[in-house]
């Protein structure tokens, strides 16, 4: 059966869909890298459960025909290509198969952004009309900063993130406990004074790109080196995880050793077929 969403803007409370609740919430990690070539093959892309994706980059493909068309909702963090472009090969895959479009969340401007520039009848076709236009595989929802989304039991909500497009992290609990995938960032002080007061958090996915000598790629690019994350993260309670994402193809080590030299909380490298349970 369909979830129906109903449309929030910033000015209203939260989006809030009430459902049955799940005792616990388990997570496969397809994707993590940031880019190829390197110790992680796969881009970025998480499994919740088994009908929840967040991002949409290459680690898409490692799931078989049945997990692809078990998919019913894709939480997007940003538009840059190696997060989204498992989803143009998803609703290709999954068409005929299913009776109920797959929903996308994400803000309105990315939105527009993969409408204008990859679901464009030049890039790809726009599925969100095909098989017909009252009846696309592909189905849009605006999902405004700050708002939360229920389904099942399991709670997701966006915060905004420093980024060079419009970007978001995604704060993912159940009653019990959770988990924040930060997607790319870069320094964003104001999403870790929320977080550090969170007793639920238990895990942190974070983005951290580059290596300190490259200080002023990440600037520009907007991504975390350590310098830059670990100023970030001082004041987080010293019982959180973090496990570091989007490390760049060959400096994987390097960032790592970098890290974990100057901090006082426990950071390791996320890999392709971690799970969790929260």
């Known amino acids: 059966m369909l979830l129906k969403f109903t449309f929030n803007t910033p000015i209203f409370p939260p989006i809030i869909i009430k459902t049955r609740e799940v005792i616990s919430v388990k997570l496969q990690v397809l994707g993590c890298a940031g880019g190829i070539g390197g110790l992680e093959k796969f881009t970025t892309c ?25 998919i019913d909702h894709i939480f997007i963090s940003h538009s840059h290509l190696d997060h989204v472009f498992g989803l143009a090969l998803l609703v290709d895959s999954v068409l005929g198969k299913r009776t109920t479009p797959i929903t996308v969340h994400a803000s309105e401007e990315v939105i527009a952004t993969l409408n204008t520039h990859l679901f464009n009848w030049k890039i ?26 229920e389904i099942t039991g399991r709670f997701i909500q966006s915060h905004p993130v420093n980024h060079t497009v419009d970007a978001v992290g995604y704060w993912v609990h159940n009653h019990e406990s959770g988990f924040l995938f930060t997607g790319d960032l870069s320094v964003t002080p104001e999403l870790w004074a929320h977080f550090s007061k969170e007793k639920r958090l238990k895990q942190v996915f974070i983005d951290c790109s580059f290596p300190n000598s490259e200080i002023d790629i990440a600037f520009a690019s907007k991504h975390y080196c350590p310098q830059t994350l670990l100023e970030d993260v001082r004041a987080m309670p010293l019982a959180t995880k973090f496990a570091v994402t989007h490390l760049k193809p060959g400096q994987e080590n390097l960032i790592m050793e970098q890290i974990q030299a100057n901090s006082t909380h426990q950071f390791t490298a996320l890999y392709s077929g971690a799970h969790f349970d929260f």
């Open 124 to 149: 790809w076709p726009d599925f969100s009309v095909i098989p017909s236009p009252s009846n696309g595989i592909l189905r849009w929802e605006i999902m405004p900063k700050m708002s939360t989304i």
């Open 46 to 70: 998480f499994l919740l459960d088994h009908d929840i994706l967040i991002d949409a980059g290459s680690g898409l493909t490692k799931l078989s025909m049945d997990q692809l068309c078990a």
